[in-house]
């Protein structure tokens, strides 16, 4: 199954974790996030696993790839 993806890459909070939600309403199950700061990977973790989400983070270079999943 491919996930949904988002590229949150260049944008500061909180517009990752508002783009993450706004995906999130159109693709409940699973999601993938591709971030590229530190603040947006614990924010959008922290907002992922309060909507009830397990995270799976991977590092790519300087990127962070969010996983999502119900």
Known sequence: MKLNSI???GRSCPEPVLMTKKAL???PEALE???DN???KENVTRFAKNSGYNVEVTQNGNDYILSLKK
């Open 25 to 27: 309403q159109n693709n």
């Open 7 to 9: 590229d949150a890459r």
């Open 33 to 35: 996030v591709l971030v």
């Open 38 to 40: 530190m603040t947006a």
